[in-house]
């Protein structure tokens, strides 16, 4: 089994720049100084120590290792914390739960057998294609070889990589396929993303709170002390109040003054920082516009300004971080701040939401409904 070593750091890594996963295969982007760090301060260090060594030549092994740094330092200018994945030394994973197992992705057929050896019953995977094709694993092999056993079943529940937003709103049904499986093979169950790092504890944290009782603190608390990662607290917040209050969307406009410039793009938002949208331009008003519905929550984003990332100095922005970067940033609420789906949305996306009995049921009554094609 892999070791998994924790090396803390003072702070946080610098942001200099956001090297964002896009979602061509293969492919990543630069883009300057985007990421607000400021609620972001765990600084890990994952290494994943194989008992194996490839067979690969050399040059094949540097190309493993340089997709690997890339991979990593795109995941941890991404999730605001020192994070490093070696895919070069295979699967890594820790026992969260004596049921419940959070790890890195398989990357040959060879890593069922390992999995089912140590009892895991269900393999959930929350990778998606350009993910698996970029580190070059055959996830039809994978899958085809699972198949062959009747003591073990591979899923799939696609999320975005290194997008907040996407997390938020595809946790529910991830997790309502988890909890059917479970329910189905019982045993130990492996959740997985790429590295193991981000996607994959959410998930296993959401499952925690919302199905097997937890306190969301005290499954984050556990969840740490078993396997240092960096699950985003915000979406499993967000995921849990759109769940109670229902997914309402509000129309909102984004302006950007001014008529000597050819293009302005937003990154950010509800797309992630890998993507842009472009605005229309308005000559009678000299305004760029963005017109767009957005479910309630907290939103960050940056123009793009004929190719130069910028904020808008009229709309909201969020405090400095230690490198000097700013996003603007949008909070979209209930028209009634005292209605109360706004008063549930906001205790639900504190500091410490508590699920009361009515509330978890409501929310496994929900995942028993929702269609495994969602």
């Not at 994945?85 to 197992?101: A, K, Q, T, W």
């Not at 709103?169 to 790092?197: D, E, F, I, W």
């Not at 793009?304 to 904020?311: I, K």
Request: hydrophobic share 35%; glycine share 8%; charged share 25%.
């Amino acid at each position: 089994m892999n070791c998994l070593y924790l090396h803390p750091r003072s702070s946080g890594l610098p942001v200099q720049s956001f090297k964002s996963y896009t979602r061509q295969p293969s492919s990543y982007v630069n883009i300057p100084g985007v990421m607000n760090t400021t609620d972001l301060r765990q600084s890990v260090v994952l290494k994943a120590i194989s008992g194996s060594t490839s067979s690969t030549e050399m040059d094949g092994a540097k190309v493993e290792e340089e997709k690997s740094e890339i991979y990593s330092n795109n995941m941890t200018e991404a999730m605001g914390a020192v994070l490093t994945y070696r895919h070069e030394l295979g699967m890594n994973y820790n026992f969260i739960r004596p049921d419940l197992i959070v790890g890195s992705c398989l990357q040959t057929p060879e890593d069922v057998d390992k999995l089912r050896n140590i009892g895991v019953k269900t393999i959930f995977c929350l990778q998606q294609d350009p993910d698996l094709e970029y580190f070059g694993v055959d996830i039809a092999a994978i899958c085809e070889y699972a198949n062959t056993y009747d003591d073990i079943q591979h899923l799939r529940a696609e999320i975005r990589d290194f997008d907040l937003f996407d997390l938020r709103m595809r946790l529910p049904a991830a997790v309502s396929k988890l909890h059917k499986a479970v329910n189905q093979n019982g045993g130990v169950t492996y959740v997985h993303c790429t590295a193991g790092l981000g996607r994959a504890p959410a998930t296993a944290l959401a499952y925690m709170f919302w199905v097997q009782g937890y306190k969301l603190g005290e499954a984050h608390d556990l969840l740490l002390s078993k396997r240092p990662c960096f699950p985003k607290l915000d979406a499993i917040k967000s995921a849990t109040a759109d769940i109670l209050t229902g997914l309402k969307k509000k129309l909102v406009t984004l302006t950007w003054k001014g008529d000597n410039c050819s293009t302005v793009e937003i990154s950010g938002l509800d797309i992630g920082w890998g993507q842009r949208m472009p605005l229309k331009f308005d000559g009678e008003q000299g305004l760029w516009i963005l017109e767009r519905e957005l479910p309630e929550g907290h939103y960050e984003y940056k123009y793009v300004v004929d190719g130069e990332w910028l904020c808008n100095k009229y709309e909201l922005m969020t405090p400095s971080n230690k490198d000097g970067h700013v996003n603007n940033y949008i909070q979209v609420l209930d028209n009634d701040p005292d209605s109360f789906n706004a008063t549930l949305r906001k205790r639900l996306t504190g500091d410490e939401p508590i699920l009361t009995k009515n509330e978890r049921l409501k929310i496994r009554e929900t995942l028993g409904a929702h269609s495994d094609d969602d």
